[in-house]
Each structure stands twice: as structure tokens, then as C-alpha cells.
Nanobody, 123 residues
Framework: QVQLVESGGGLVQAGGSLRLSCAAS????????MGWFRQVPGKGRDFVAS????????YYADSVKGRFTISRDSAKNTVYLQMNSLKIEDTAVYYC????????????????WGQGTQVTVSS
């Protein structure tokens, strides 16, 4: 069993930065690829970024490429999402996700979800 707890969300002006953290419980953190998804009211959950179990490969949605960076610290059982140059359209609830796979997470195969953290970007 893996529990995921996100933090770091909040209100920021357009062009600003935030760093989301996702702390994972359990001893098998390194066996999971990790990812971030986001969701706005009335829409489905969209892929944002993913990092392989080893940390050696990262994947990004086109909409965030060059602005967001995903990373993981296995010693702290934590995955991060550094968000720079934030845009109003980045406003959403951001969810951390874990999948027992080596590569990129796939929403249909996610094993564990966090509770979500709100990110609001204002003009």
C-alpha cells in the first residue's frame, strides 16, 4: 500500500512559480513510476508530467514542456513538480499518481492517487 500526500499548491500571479511536492509512504517507492495530473471542474483528469522509477526518464505534456520540471528524491520518498512561467490556464487541482511500472505512467493503470492540491494562477 502506498499513500500519497501532495503539498505546495496555492495562489500565484501569472508568470510566477510554484513547487508541488508529493510525499509517498511505504518502502517500495522506488518501484513506482510517478506522475502529475491536473483537473479543472467539469473536465477529465489530464496528464502533466511523469518520471520513471529510476528517475532517468521524464515525460511532459506539450502544454507544460519547457516550463515544468518533474523530479524525485528516493531518499525522501518524494516527487516534485517545479512549475515556472505559470499561466492562467494552468489553474487546476493537481494530483500526484503512482504506477508500478518502469516508464511513463498511464492514467488507466494508476495504482494510487493523492488527494489533490489546488493551484490558482491569477492575472
Amino acid at each position: 500500500q502506498v499513500q500519497l500526500v501532495e503539498s505546495g499548491g496555492g495562489l500565484v500571479q501569472a508568470g510566477g512559480s510554484l513547487r508541488l511536492s508529493c510525499a509517498a509512504s511505504g518502502r517500495t517507492f522506488s518501484s513506482y513510476a510517478m506522475g502529475w495530473f491536473r483537473q479543472v471542474p467539469g473536465k477529465g483528469r489530464d496528464f502533466v508530467a511523469s518520471i520513471s522509477w529510476s528517475g532517468g526518464s521524464t515525460y511532459y505534456a506539450d502544454s507544460v514542456k519547457g516550463r515544468f520540471t518533474i523530479s524525485r528524491d528516493s531518499a525522501k520518498n518524494t516527487v516534485y513538480l517545479q512549475m515556472n512561467s505559470l499561466k492562467i490556464e494552468d489553474t487546476a487541482v493537481y494530483y500526484c499518481a503512482a504506477e508500478r511500472t518502469m516508464g511513463r505512467v498511464v492514467i488507466e493503470d494508476i495504482d494510487y492517487w493523492g488527494q489533490g492540491t489546488q493551484v490558482t494562477v491569477s492575472s
